[in-house]
């Protein structure tokens, strides 16, 4: 039998999952591997979380919901917007998702038409990349200078050089964990008006910097699209829960797309999230884990060799440029793993062009699990 294998498949593969995989096999055999390498936080979700999931399964009516989203989640997320940003969203505008994954695919084949051109950063989350590739989308990656964020004057010139129909930033990014001020910001939506430009806010880290206030995209133009998730902050990652704020010319085409595609999120997990914006408190504790990591990585990167690419403003990522030791990221990771037995993900999948001397650390892990993957790592270097 013949088996049809479409072009739009040949798409990267995600290396930090190919990382976690040997990863994985090597826990299997007895290694005490720690993982650096995925951006999941080690805690489970909030104690409310997890008590309102378990009554949803005793209740047991798990089905379905209308495809935009159960009301009470769709609500609490208006007035999480409210209470944290001072930005009034209305609920009407609010699409949940199964995670942000689900979200750009939304946004993506809602937004664009195939050979359109779509503009993003290099480093940049490879998802980006890959979905678009997937769907016939032309990705315009517009380099960053060492340590930098996107600009409005950048998103300019490359838009003067080969014009595009969107834009997609990150704040805090993944891999580099820089955060865009809230002026940069502004000037960005402005610019973006002026040349007809749409605009698409990953906001998954938010809530996740250490020395900035949270800024939504919103608060500058409310006809940005805007993604977030229960991922990251919430300790959510398993739940495949996230949602997206659109305008409401894009709100039927989405819903249109979503019936068909997703149906709708997971009810369970929908019922469950709606109480993760009450375990503040139990979550900022997770957060000061983070902060401790963070620290204590800042003084021991440099001191290893291992040269901070850019400031660790947000997120749970450390960007380290490598090529003081190779010049193959990936072989270096691999290496890592099997002698070090610490895991960390290779630049390729950040940057196609750069990621050869690059690496991310996640220090998303437990504080003490971060201290003794320094110590492995400054023995193996050493040697």
């Given at each position: 039998?013949?088996?049809?294998?479409?072009?739009?498949?040949?798409?990267?593969?995600?290396?930090?999952?190919?990382?976690?995989?040997?990863?994985?096999?090597?826990?299997?055999?007895?290694?005490?591997?720690?993982?650096?390498?995925?951006?999941?936080?080690?805690?489970?979700a909030p104690k409310?979380?997890?008590?309102?999931?378990?009554?949803?399964?005793?209740?047991?009516?798990?089905?379905?919901?209308?495809?935009?989203?159960?009301?009470?989640?769709?609500?609490?997320?208006?007035?999480?917007?409210?209470?944290?940003?001072?930005?009034?969203?209305?609920?009407?505008?609010?699409?949940?998702?199964?995670?942000?994954?689900?979200?750009?695919?939304?946004?993506?084949?809602?937004?664009?038409?195939?050979?359109?051109?779509?503009?993003?950063?290099?480093?940049?989350?490879?998802?980006?990349?890959?979905?678009?590739?997937?769907?016939?989308?032309?990705?315009?990656?517009?380099?960053?200078?060492?340590?930098?964020?996107?600009?409005?004057?950048?998103?300019?010139?490359?838009?003067?050089?080969?014009?595009?129909?969107?834009?997609?930033?990150?704040s805090p990014a993944?891999?580099?964990?820089?955060?865009?001020?809230?002026?940069?910001?502004?000037?960005?939506?402005?610019?973006?008006?002026?040349?007809?430009?749409?605009?698409?806010?990953?906001?998954?880290?938010?809530?996740?910097?250490?020395?900035?206030?949270?800024?939504?995209?919103?608060?500058?133009?409310?006809?940005?699209?805007?993604?977030?998730?229960?991922?990251?902050?919430?300790?959510?990652?398993?739940?495949?829960?996230?949602?997206?704020?659109?305008?409401?010319?894009?709100?039927?085409?989405?819903?249109?797309?979503?019936?068909?595609?997703?149906?709708?999120?997971?009810?369970?997990?929908?019922?469950?999230?709606?109480?993760?914006?009450?375990?503040?408190?139990?979550?900022?504790?997770?957060?000061?884990?983070?902060?401790?990591?963070?620290?204590?990585?800042?003084?021991?990167?440099?001191?290893?060799?291992?040269?901070?690419?850019?400031?660790?403003?947000?997120?749970?990522?450390?960007?380290?440029?490598?090529?003081?030791?190779?010049?193959?990221?990936?072989?270096?990771?691999?290496?890592?793993?099997?002698?070090?037995?610490?895991?960390?993900?290779?630049?390729?999948?950040?940057?196609?062009?750069?990621?050869?001397?690059?690496?991310?650390?996640s220090y998303a892990?437990?504080?003490?699990?971060?201290?003794?993957?320094?110590?492995?790592?400054?023995?193996?270097?050493?040697?």
């Amino acid at each position: 039998m013949t088996v049809a294998i479409s072009r739009r498949s040949a798409v990267e593969p995600f290396h930090a999952m190919d990382v976690l995989a040997d990863a994985n096999r090597l826990k299997a055999k007895g290694f005490p591997i720690i993982s650096m390498a995925v951006g999941q936080p080690s805690e489970p979700a909030p104690k409310a979380v997890r008590d309102a999931a378990v009554a949803a399964a005793i209740n047991g009516r798990i089905g379905y919901t209308d495809a935009l989203g159960i009301s009470e989640l769709r609500e609490a997320i208006s007035n999480h917007y409210a209470d944290h940003y001072d930005v009034d969203v209305p609920y009407s505008r609010i699409v949940v998702t199964t995670g942000s994954s689900a979200a750009f695919n939304l946004a993506f084949l809602a937004m664009f038409d195939p050979r359109d051109r779509v503009a993003t950063t290099a480093p940049g989350y490879p998802a980006y990349r890959n979905i678009m590739k997937a769907l016939g989308i032309e990705l315009i990656e517009i380099p960053l200078a060492k340590g930098g964020y996107p600009t409005a004057e950048l998103m300019a010139d490359a838009f003067r050089d080969r014009p595009f129909k969107g834009f997609l930033f990150a704040s805090p990014a993944n891999p580099t964990g820089s955060v865009i001020p809230a002026d940069e910001i502004a000037r960005i939506a402005m610019t973006a008006k002026e040349l007809g430009i749409s605009l698409i806010s990953d906001e998954i880290y938010h809530r996740l910097a250490f020395d900035a206030a949270d800024t939504t995209a919103l608060a500058a133009d409310p006809d940005v699209v805007v993604i977030n998730s229960f991922s990251k902050y919430y300790c959510m990652t398993g739940w495949r829960i996230g949602w997206m704020v659109v305008p409401d010319a894009l709100l039927r085409p989405i819903e249109r797309i979503q019936q068909s595609l997703y149906i709708s999120a997971p009810e369970l997990s929908q019922r469950a999230a709606v109480h993760a914006f009450g375990a503040g408190v139990e979550l900022d504790a997770v957060k000061r884990k983070y902060a401790m990591s963070r620290e204590m990585l800042l003084k021991q990167l440099p001191r290893l060799g291992l040269e901070i690419a850019a400031p660790m403003d947000g997120a749970f990522y450390a960007y380290c440029d490598v090529s003081r030791f190779s010049n193959d990221s990936m072989a270096f990771a691999r290496r890592m793993i099997r002698e070090a037995h610490v895991a960390a993900t290779p630049g390729h999948d950040f940057d196609p062009v750069n990621g050869h001397r690059t690496m991310r650390f996640s220090y998303a892990g437990d504080p003490a699990d971060m201290i003794e993957a320094m110590d492995r790592l400054e023995t193996w270097l050493a040697k």
